[in-house]
């Protein structure tokens, strides 16, 4: 089943084009969205979420275009973003509880949900968000978003100034969920633990979509991070994929 589907997309920023004919779908799946700051991640993000809209092709979410999804069917999309999404100045129960009861659930399903996503990610009920360390700050963010269950999940960048620890506590978190996930980085060492499948973009457009293994594989490269760099640099000569969307 497509999850996402993006089919020629183009956007042009002060006269340059910043996506230039993207193409790929998603799946259920941990999909991976992967490129130096500046190829054009985050407006893909935006344009799929009808934040941005795009000056040519089309995006289809659940087989219908953003503007065609219902207020429900939106509540159920998380989109963890690179700036701050909480109240700072309540506490971390108040924060997961109150947006879940915003969302839709009931004063009692919001504190049970809350409650136990606190639990799960490690978090202090009563400490306020202000005082939250950048990687709990990450982990209530995402807590945040599964508090009303979405069928899909955006994270844009969600481990940008982490530090080690923290990210190896993101990436067991992330593999424990049970949902679609597109998710934005340009740290190759998640992308190759976390993604069942990856595309490369930069300058505005797709390089390749793979597997990380079987991208590893073609390029003859130890890891994620030399087949990325090789992709980049146009070095990997016979990638079936390349340029192109199973």
């Known amino acids: 089943m497509k999850v996402i589907s993006v089919s020629d997309l183009w956007k042009k920023f002060n006269m340059e084009w910043v996506l230039r004919g993207v193409n790929f779908d998603v799946r259920q799946e941990i999909f991976g969205f992967i490129g130096p700051n500046g190829a054009g991640k985050t407006t893909t993000v935006r344009i799929i979420l009808g934040i941005l809209n795009a000056?040519?092709?089309s995006v289809k979410i659940f087989g219908k275009r953003p503007s065609e999804l219902s207020a429900e069917e939106r509540r159920r999309i998380g989109y963890v973003q690179q700036r701050i999404s909480f109240e700072p100045y309540i506490s971390v129960f108040e924060n997961i509880w109150l947006y879940g009861y915003l969302k839709g659930l009931s004063k009692d399903e919001a504190k049970?949900?809350?409650?136990?996503l606190i639990n799960e990610f490690d978090?202090?009920?009563?400490k306020k968000a202000v005082e939250l360390s950048i990687g709990q700050r990450r982990r209530l963010q995402i807590a945040r978003e599964l508090v009303y269950k979405p069928d899909l999940l955006f994270l844009d960048e969600p481990t940008v100034g982490l530090d080690v620890e923290s990210?190896?506590?993101f990436v067991e978190i992330i593999k424990k969920m049970?949902?679609?996930?597109?998710?934005?980085?340009?740290?190759?060492w998640e992308?190759?633990?976390l993604c069942d499948r990856i595309a490369?973009?930069?300058r505005g457009q797709i390089l390749t979509i793979d597997s990380p293994k079987s991208l590893i594989r073609k390029t003859q490269s130890e890891n994620l991070e030399e087949a990325y760099l090789k992709v980049i640099k146009n070095e990997a000569l016979d990638i079936p994929e390349s340029k192109n969307n199973l």
């Open 178 to 188: 049970k949902i679609p996930i597109f998710f934005t980085t340009h740290n190759m």
């Open 167 to 169: 990210k190896y506590k």
């Open 55 to 57: 000056d040519k092709g």
């Open 200 to 202: 490369i973009i930069n």
């Open 112 to 116: 049970e949900r809350a409650l136990k």
């Open 191 to 193: 992308a190759e633990k």
């Open 123 to 126: 978090l202090e009920p009563n």
